[in-house]
């Protein structure tokens, strides 16, 4: 089963660099995605890229056995009639499935990195998704169901999205490397960047708890106010609004209570912020203070106070 990309993979050497899993819910063909693969690859990691073969936007934790293609897949990047799971001819590498986000990623996980990688991924990044994931909508997030399949697998993943995109093909990073879509695309890929740096910054292990995975939102992109990854800052938050300060969370900033990601979205439109919120892999929800806080010791070189 899938033999070209098994022999393509012969010609891999293998070397030391993190593996990465890279996945979404928006289409493998999407501008955001490849200008993440891109700047992945350019900071070292050893990348394999496998998502959805159209818009799998809101299908949550759905999954179902990969068809053949009835109809050409997203943007005309393979044609109708296309197997169940497919790759790019000139980079096998670039991987889709006709199915949901999680089969996406277990395709990624399960059959892939054995190929190239000869071994389970180290990390996955799913993302960077068009437009925000904020709250207790992040249920139906495709983005944020393959994250959590991820670490239900045992693998350390996050989920990231972005205000200022829309669906483009990637080709436009090249034809249109000016537009507000073009620079959003890399500056939220650089900012995911920085972040796995952060988080995989020591060798200690595991790189997060177990069954937990991080929702990560970057405010819009704008070119007079947030024109690159370096204006932006990092902010632990919580997922689900608590007014009452029901919940405690870990003490950092001067405070036992995070500030809830919807809110320090609104707050900060404009300012350039990128929220944080450590959730359960299983429930979608707010984890506890020893878990936020496994997180906060990961990413202290990096976060801010607001």
């Known amino acids: ?92 590498r670039l991987n889709y499935v006709n199915a949901f986000p999680v089969d996406a990623v277990k395709f990624g996980i399960q059959t892939l990195s054995p190929m190239f990688f000869d071994s389970a991924p180290d990390f996955v990044v799913s993302g960077p998704n068009i437009g925000f994931n904020l709250g207790p909508g992040v249920s139906g997030s495709g983005t944020v169901g393959a994250a959590c399949e991820a670490s239900k697998e045992g693998i350390p993943s996050i989920a990231v999205s972005g205000e200022s995109t829309s669906s483009k093909s990637y080709t436009t990073l090249q034809s249109d490397p000016n537009s507000l ?87 900060t439109l404009g300012r350039c912020h990128v929220t944080i919120s450590v959730i359960d892999a299983t429930t979608k929800a707010d984890v506890d203070a020893t878990r936020q806080a496994a997180v906060l010791d990961r990413l202290s070189s990096i976060l801010s106070c607001l």
């Not at 932006?232 to 919940?247: C, E, N, Q, S």
């Open 1 to 92: 089963m899938y033999l070209q990309v098994a022999l393509a993979s012969l010609f891999v050497t293998a070397h030391c660099q993190t593996k990465v899993v890279l996945t979404n819910d928006d289409g493998w063909a999407v501008a955001q995605i490849r200008a993440q693969n891109d700047a992945l690859k350019a900071a070292g990691y050893n990348v394999i890229l496998s998502a959805p073969a159209e818009n799998q936007s809101g299908t949550g934790s759905n999954s179902a056995t990969p068809t053949p293609l009835t109809e050409p897949c997203q943007f005309d990047s393979c044609p109708a009639g296309s197997p169940a799971e497919g790759f790019n001819a000139s980079d096998p």
């Open 181 to 267: 879509n073009s620079l959003a695309s890399e500056v939220n890929s650089q900012l995911t960047v920085k972040l796995v740096n952060a988080l995989l910054a020591s060798p200690a292990r595991p790189v997060l708890p177990s069954d937990t995975i991080l929702n990560i939102n970057f405010s819009p992109v704008l070119p007079l106010l947030c024109p690159s990854a370096d204006d932006y800052k990092f902010v632990l938050t919580r997922l689900i609004p608590d007014p009452f300060h029901l919940a405690k969370d870990v003490n950092t900033c001067g405070s036992d209570h995070l500030q809830d990601e919807i809110f320090v979205m609104l707050k």
